[in-house]
Structures are given as C-alpha cells and as structure tokens.
C-alpha cells in the first residue's frame, strides 16, 4: 500500500494513470489473467482498506460504513465485516434500490449479513459516538452530481468531524476529470485500487481527496503489459530528462534564449521568466523590453543581455536565438502586437504564454514548433468557451488546445497537465495552494523556454519545467508553509532541481 500528500511530494504513488471507464473493462480480463474471480478482487479490496483504517486509526471503536448500490458499497460491506470480525462496533448504512445489487456487491452484503451484521436504511438516525467513518457510496462511474440520498449523505459525513476513509474516490467527485458537480466528500484518507484515475490528481481533486494511497490488488504485473495512458510526473522524473553536463561544455552549448515582454508598467514578468532561464541552465539569455525596464533589468541581473525592443533589434535578436519565449508582460496595444506579429514568421521552437495567448486566441494558428502555457481563463478564451467548461473536463481541454493550436499544450491549475502532439499526456503531481500568486506563471515560462534551449523536446521541456516549478514550490513550502509564497522566492531554487546530483 502505497501514499501521498498533496502538500508534501512523496514518490511512493505509482506514476501510471489510467482511464476510471478503461479500469471498469478491462477489469474483468485483469482478473481472468490472474485467475482469480472479481469478487475476490472485491474480497482484496476491502481487506486493502480494513488494513489502511486499522493501521492509521487503531484506537477507533465504532465506524460507520456506508455503502452505496454497487460495487463500491460492496467493498464497504466487506470492510465492515473485517472490523466486526476483530470486535470493533460497525453499524452498516446503505442506499438501497429496486435494481438489483451487481453479483460481487450482492455477495458482499450477503457474507456481511452472514456475519450477523445488519444494514440500516438511509434515512436512519446516524449514531453519535462513532468515530471513523468509511466511504463506500459512490465509485468512479459517477458522471453527475449525486443525487438523493446519496448527496444527504455526502453532506451528512463531511458535518460529522470525524476521519473519513474513501473507497477507490471520495464520492461526488469525478474520477475522469476531478470536477464536483454537486456534494462530495471530503475524505481524509483515499485509497484507490487497482490504478490511479486521473480525478484524483487534477481538476478539484486536492480539495477532498486528502492523502492519497493506491492499491493494485495484485495486478501490477498485467498493468504494466498495458499501453500507458497517462503518465504522473514527480521530482523523481527529472533525471530522464536532465542529464550531467560535460565538464568541458561551454555556453554556446546551452542555448541562446531569446525573452520578449515587458511593456510599458510590465517589467516585473519578463524580468522573472528571464531568471528563471538563467537558474534553469541557459548558456546565454536576450531580453527585448520596453526601454524604461533596460537599466533596471541590468541592475538587478546583470548576467542578462538586455535590449529595448526595436524593429532592429528583434531582427537582429531572432537571427541570433535558438529559442523564443514571448508574453510575460507583453500587453496587448501596439507594442506587443508588433513584436508577435514579427515572431510569428520563425520556425524556432518558442514558448507563447501571458498576453501572446490572448492575442492567439483573437487569430488562431496551428504551429507545431511551439509550447503555450495557458491558465484556465487563457484556455478558454482559446477554446472559446467559459472557464467553468475548461474546469469542468481538464483532460479534454488540454487535448483540445494541443490538437487545435499545434505542439504541446501545458493547462496550468491545480494538477497541472502536459498534451503533446502524439496524444502523449501527463499529470505534474506537484506543486501547492502558495502557488496562486502572481508571478508563478512567468517563472514557469523562463524555466520551460530555459530547457529548450540546452535542446530538450518541447514535450519533455514542458513536462521538466512543470516539475522542476511545483517541486521547488513544494520544497519551500514545506518549510515556511503556503500563504506569501512568492514567485521570485523560487529562483535561488531551480538549480536544485534542474541538476541531477541535487534530485533526492
């Protein structure tokens, strides 16, 4: 059994991911592989799920076990037996239906019933003394908001102040996408089986799953003979993409980055995605800014080469560069629309971020050379449609951005995603509530656009960059906490991370 807390990094969660309605069918197969019965799989389950609630609870007395109509309930009817069997007091909830259980779940209820349990109806006056409560209503079918009495239920629970144990998914959230379209529980402990889905990890996920733990029920080894879906990413990635440096490279072999931004009032964006490339390892970096920002810019940072942006200057500059970021602090008046419009005619890869995004999405173009790094208010004025569609299926709106606007697609938030343009996908298992602060974003730029240019793939730039973002995040935060982290805090940082011998 494995676990994770979303607020410090632990590489013990398995860093596949897979589609919650490709696990429903294929599960069957799974089990005929291994040759066993799903209902010794279910049998595995709720074992996997007593052991966790003893294990993290031991001096509870009286758990409350609810079970919804279906196999997740099943599940929870084979941990109340468990607890039962060992003398802890267990008193049984359950939705009931006129559709008749599915065979597993039916079996389930029945050994529970065997056992001399006995299952109360929804409506039935909740005990006061219990003190661990299981959640077995709702699985990862789910596909809209819980209805009655499920939702009462889920509302019930989260009032109740006491642990909760969710089986597979806290019930009420999505397991394909991390939305909550009606109640959900807030689980302390979720232990999901077989594999991770990706609800658990990004959309609104972190907000109730708690700590995360996954059991695969003895299919491991048949999971790994599957093509992999969706790949979760950690600091424990960053060696796949970061190799040693040869000791007698020199700055040439690290990439010319080129950084435009920074208009009239905006100098602090382009001066933040400018370090963060140099603390990612670029050989030499060229900012193009408005001239009010030069002196400043050379001041506080004197390794970097910094220009006004001028028609010459960004002929002369794009001529140069191996790699382009363009938008932190770009504006949309006739400054930056210019500089876009002349950065356009490149075929070098390039990053679009910030203000470029937003004038992507008043003339779309499909490049393949390019990495754009919106947030979810830039995806949908990119997609054309509302922030509550982008939220509601993450997934799909990454997907949707790699395919229309060409190359990798990066949808920032909380489970950041990486869609590259071979259907590739990832889920950056990082990063903490101190990042919604302004700034981060530009620093994720600068650390992207930095990778490039020492000649990573835009998709692995992209997934590295996310990781090295969140874990530096993650590492400060662990020790001064969320609120009034800043963007700039993280700098001193990077080079801990984008170095193999610093990766833990």
């Known amino acids: 059994m494995t676990s994770h807390n979303k607020e410090q990094y632990s590489s013990s969660l398995p860093h596949s991911v897979w589609s919650a309605d490709w696990i429903r069918q294929a599960e069957p197969l799974a089990a005929a592989a291994q040759g066993i019965s799903l209902y010794s799989l279910m049998q595995r389950a709720g074992a996997a799920a ?9 001096h509870s007395n009286h758990w409350l076990v609810l079970c919804g109509h279906g196999n997740n309930g099943g599940d929870g009817y084979v941990v109340a037996r468990l607890a039962a069997a060992v003398g802890t007091q267990v008193t049984v909830i359950a939705v009931q239906s006129a559709h008749p259980l599915p065979p597993e779940a039916a079996a389930a209820r029945q050994a529970w019933l065997e056992c001399g349990g006995e299952i109360q109806s929804a409506n039935s006056h909740w005990p006061e003394n219990i003190d661990l409560i299981i959640d077995g209503l ?5 596909a809209a908001a819980p209805r009655a009495p499920y939702d009462g239920l889920i509302e019930t629970a989260n009032k109740v102040g006491v642990p909760i ?11 394909e996408s991390g939305a909550t379209p009606g109640a959900v529980v807030r689980a302390t402990q979720t232990l999901t089986f077989i ?30 003979t599957q093509p992999l879906q969706i790949q979760r990413i950690t600091a424990d990635n960053l060696g796949q993409w970061l190799k040693p440096r040869r000791p007698c490279s020199h700055k040439g072999d690290h990439g010319r ?6 208009d009239h009032g905006l100098g602090g964006a382009i001066r933040m995605a400018a370090e963060a490339a140099l603390r990612s390892g670029a050989g030499l970096v060229r900012v193009l800014t408005h001239h009010e920002h030069v002196a400043p810019l ?5 390794e970097l080469m910094v220009q006004p942006l001028t028609d010459d200057s960004l002929h002369q500059a794009i001529e140069w560069a191996d790699v382009i970021v363009v938008g932190p602090g770009l504006g949309q008046g006739d400054w930056g629309r210019n500089a876009l419009q002349r950065l356009q005619s490149s075929d070098k890869p390039a990053l679009w971020d910030a203000d470029a995004l937003n004038m992507l999405a008043l003339a779309p173009e499909k490049r393949q050379n390019r990495v754009i790094t919106p947030h ?4 949908a004025r990119l997609l054309g449609c509302s922030t509550a569609d982008i939220e509601s299926d993450r997934l799909l709106a990454v997907r949707k951005l790699a395919v229309q606007y060409g190359g990798v697609a990066v949808l920032k938030g909380a489970g950041t995603l990486i869609a590259g343009p071979q259907g590739e996908m990832a889920i950056a298992d990082v990063g903490n509530a101190g990042m919604a602060s302004g700034g981060m974003g530009d620093v994720l730029s600068g650390i992207i656009g930095g990778l490039l240019a020492q000649k990573l793939s835009l998709y692995d730039a992209a997934c590295a ?10 590492n400060i935060a662990a020790k001064q906490g969320t609120r009034g982290l800043l963007a700039t805090d993280l700098l001193p940082m990077i080079p801990h991370y984008v170095n193999p011998e610093w990766v833990k």
């Open 50 to 58: 007593y052991t966790l609630a003893h294990e993290r609870y031991p």
């Open 376 to 379: 979810p208010g830039e995806a």
């Open 257 to 262: 980055l080129l950084l435009v931004g920074g």
């Open 138 to 142: 709702l699985g990862t079918g789910l």
């Open 165 to 175: 144990i969710s089986l597979d998914i806290p019930s009420g959230l999505l397991a």
């Open 465 to 474: 960059g996310c990781v090295v973002h969140g874990a530096v995040a993650d």
């Open 298 to 302: 050379l001041t506080a940072r004197p």
């Open 195 to 224: 594999a991770l889905k990706p609800g658990l990890l990004t959309g609104q996920a972190r907000d109730w799953v708690g700590q995360l733990h996954c059991n695969t029920l003895g299919l491991a080894d048949w999971l790994v």
